[in-house]
Nanobody, 121 residues
Framework: QVQLVESGGGLVQPGGSLRLSCAAS????????MGWYRQAPGKQRELVAA???????NYADSVKGRFTISRDNAKNTVYLQMNSLKPEDTAVYYC???????????????WGQGTQVTVSS
């Protein structure tokens, strides 16, 4: 059994900061890519940031220079540091990870349940 547990969401004023965390647990053999997606009401889910096991990163243009993704492979945890937050960052943020379970050579995507981030004065 594998699950992703997210934390760190909440309400913050424009210009403020939040740090999201996502920890994968269970019978895990290896995690390749981990990332964060977000979805606002009435909009498509979009990739915010992703990071490979080796540390290569990719960001959406809208968050470059403001958000930083990182990971701790030993803890199977990915983080998203969000600075200079804007109202348009308001969305449900979902953790994603590509994982092979112990005893398996098959990789698949796992998703967290999402954490709400609201940027408002």
């Amino acid at each position: 059994q594998v699950q992703l547990v997210e934390s760190g969401g909440g309400l913050v004023q424009p210009g403020g900061s939040l740090r999201l965390s996502c920890a994968a647990s269970g019978s895990i053999f290896r995690i390749t890519t981990m990332g964060w997606y977000r979805q606002a009401p009435g909009k498509q889910r979009e990739l915010v940031a992703a990071i490979t096991r080796g540390g290569s990163t990719n960001y959406a243009d809208s968050v470059k220079g403001r958000f930083t993704i990182s990971r701790d492979n030993a803890k199977n945890t990915v983080y998203l540091q969000m600075n200079s937050l804007k109202p348009e960052d308001t969305a449900v943020y979902y953790c994603n990870a590509e994982i092979a379970r112990s005893g398996s050579s098959w990789y698949r995507d796992y998703w967290g349940q999402g954490t709400q981030v609201t940027v408002s004065s």
